[in-house]
């Protein structure tokens, strides 16, 4: 049966590890940026965005992801 307009996420979470070991939970990814052939990978891409985003605020220098995990998904 489909789903009714409205009833998909509009945002996906992501577990993010950096690579320092540190660890990001529930990272909000939109949902329209995601699937097809790429699947999950424009997540990281999206996710670093923010992440330059907050370093631009913070003063501090972005971290480099090392993997990201859909959450409840697997590990990416």
Do not use: C, H, W
């Amino acid at each position: 049966m489909a789903n009714k307009p409205g009833t998909q996420a509009r945002f996906v979470l992501f577990d993010v590890i950096y690579e320092d070991g540190s660890r990001r939970s529930n990272r909000k990814v939109p949902s329209e940026v995601l699937g097809g052939l790429d699947g999950d990978m424009p997540a990281q891409k999206e996710i670093e965005a923010q992440d330059n985003e907050i370093a631009k605020a913070s003063g501090k220098a972005a971290l480099r992801i090392a993997s990201i995990r859909r959450v409840g998904g697997k590990k990416r």
